[in-house]
Antibody
Framework: QVQLVQSGAEVKKPGASVRVSCKAS????????IHWVRQAPGQSLEWMGW????????TYSQKFQGRITITRDTSASTAYMELSSLRSEDTAMYYC?????WGQGTMVTVSS | DTVMTQTPLSLSVTPGQPASISCKSS???????????LYWYLQKPGQSPQILIY???SRFSGVPDRFSGSGSGTDFTLKISRVEAEDVGVYYC?????????FGQGTKVEIK
């Protein structure tokens, strides 16, 4: 049974960067397309980008281009999402997801 | 971007009664392989989203058969034949063919 386990909650100041990790269990990591989706409090879901865990190829939403970097470490079966130049509007729950399975979410709070 | 429009935005249902949610996309989700790449997710209170339906009408493993999806192209529907108390939460549709991936606004289902 595949599981996606994310890193813990973060509190950051405006202008800082945050990196969230997503560790996949099982032995099929390189077959995964791992998406990153965020959800601001009380809002809908917003797709940020994805990575092919096998090739490392990434695609980002234009909205986050220049601020987001998604990487993966195949030896650790872990994907990472880094978001820079944080502002208060980036306060949200951040999820990694396969098309049929989501991580538990990582709350990122941006506050001075 | 592909706009996903869900209706209604909220639904109050008596247990045992049916419920229906519509999702319309601003672009066709029909692939040349004949499949429409439309997904339905349920986000229960305090939880991550969980998949219900993939490719418009295929029920994911373990999902009760009271859930069904239909539609093709731009118009899709999720039906719950007999709502149960455990079905409360917010239902989202997501298109999986155009970049960026986009979600509907969500439909909040509560029990009367």
């Amino acid at each position: 049974q595949v599981q996606l386990v994310q890193s813990g909650a973060e509190v950051k100041k405006p202008g800082a960067s945050v990196r969230v990790s997503c560790k996949a269990s099982g032995d099929s990591f390189t077959t995964y397309a791992i998406h990153w989706v965020r959800q601001a409090p009380g809002q809908s879901l917003e797709w940020m980008g994805w990575i092919s865990a096998g090739s490392g190829k990434t695609t980002y939403s234009q909205k986050f281009q220049g601020r987001i970097t998604i990487t993966r470490d195949t030896s650790a079966s872990t994907a990472y999402m880094e978001l820079s130049s944080l502002r208060s509007e980036d306060t949200a729950m951040y999820y990694c997801a396969l098309i049929d399975l989501w991580g538990q979410g990582t709350m990122v709070t941006v506050s001075s | 971007d592909t706009v996903m429009t869900q209706t209604p935005l909220s639904l109050s249902v008596t247990p045992g009664q049916p419920a229906s949610i519509s999702c319309k996309s601003s672009q066709s989700l029909l692939h040349s392989d004949g499949k429409s790449y439309l997904y339905w997710y349920l986000q229960k209170p305090g939880q991550s989203p969980q998949i219900l339906i993939y490719e418009a009408s295929s029920r994911f493993s373990g999902v009760p058969d009271r859930f069904s999806g239909s539609g093709s192209g731009t118009d899709f529907t999720l039906k719950i034949s007999r709502v149960e108390a455990e079905d409360v939460g917010v239902y989202y549709c997501m298109q999986g063919i155009h970049l960026p991936r986009t979600f509907g606004q969500g439909t909040k289902v509560e029990i009367k």
